[in-house]
């Protein structure tokens, strides 16, 4: 099955820190670009920060200097380092690559994860 996994959501009071991982499945054989996006209540679902297979990073505005994308292309995985959250971070945070499988090795696919809650408290 061709998926991704992402794990480390929870509740964080604000100010607080929290660290997401996402990891892809077996079936996936090449990743080129990692990214994590977040829908929040009542709100589309936007770009949070995205890195390259060269570990180039883009990140929105509303998160640029508080977090940190980063991956381990041995493990297939991405990480989202979240640090001095606010209560508008609150949201469902979504893994995403753009990945090749073992039924289309040189075709690249976008490939979502499950989605994991991030809620912010004051």
């Known amino acids: 099955q061709v998926q991704l996994v992402e794990s480390g959501g929870g509740s964080v009071q604000a100010g607080g820190s929290l660290r997401l991982s996402c990891t892809a499945s077996k079936s996936i054989v090449n990743i080129n670009t990692m990214a994590w996006y977040r829908q929040g209540p009542a709100k589309q679902r936007e770009l949070v920060a995205q890195i390259s297979l060269g570990g180039s990073t883009h990140y929105s505005e509303s998160v640029r200097g508080r977090f940190s994308i980063s991956r381990d292309n041995a493990k297939k995985s991405s990480y989202l380092q979240m640090n001095n959250l606010k209560l508008e971070d609150t949201a469902v945070y979504y893994c995403?690559?753009?990945?090749?499988?073992?039924?289309?090795?040189?075709?690249?696919?976008?490939?979502w994860g499950q989605g994991t809650l991030v809620t912010v408290s004051s």
């Open positions: 995403n690559a753009e990945a090749s499988t073992i039924a289309h090795v040189s075709s690249y696919m976008s490939v």
